[in-house]
């Protein structure tokens, strides 16, 4: 599986920004499509994932009902809409996948076998 990020970029604290990743081969409906997110000097954290198959949205609670996670089965892409960003938004995202991940592990970004480039995501105050 190779990911392939896009977007990031530098916004006023309140603004909007969307990433996506697209997949090529190997997704399938055990898949697991994520989103972390890594700030200088601290670990890499889970953001927000879905499972490729239900569609079941999983979100961390620092941006539950502000950023949302959605899937485009015919392109193999997932995206990321990220609203109200706060200056503590700030990191580099990573979108990552795995074909065979157990739900408890789903949050453990050391579970995820496949990663995308990482994308800055700057946000101003």
């Known amino acids: 599986v190779q990911l392939q990020a896009s977007g990031g970029g530098l916004v006023q604290a309140g603004g909007s920004l969307r990433l996506s990743c697209a997949a090529s081969?190997?997704?399938?409906?055990?898949?697991?499509m994520g989103w972390f997110r890594q700030a200088p000097g601290k670990e890499r954290e889970f953001v927000a994932a879905?499972?490729?198959?239900?569609?079941?949205?999983y979100y961390s609670d620092s941006v539950k009902g502000r950023f949302t996670v959605s899937r485009d089965k015919a392109g193999n892409t997932i995206h990321l809409q990220m609203n109200s960003l706060k200056p503590e938004d700030t990191a580099v995202y990573y979108c990552?996948?795995?074909?065979?991940?157990?739900?408890?592990?789903?949050?453990?970004?050391?579970?995820?076998?496949?990663w995308g480039q990482g994308t800055q995501v700057t946000v101003s105050s």
């Open positions: 879905i499972k490729w198959g239900s569609g079941a949205l």
């Open positions: 081969g190997g997704i399938s409906s055990s898949s697991y």
């Open positions: 990552a996948a795995d074909r065979s991940l157990i739900l408890s592990s789903m949050r453990n970004w050391r579970a995820y076998d496949y």
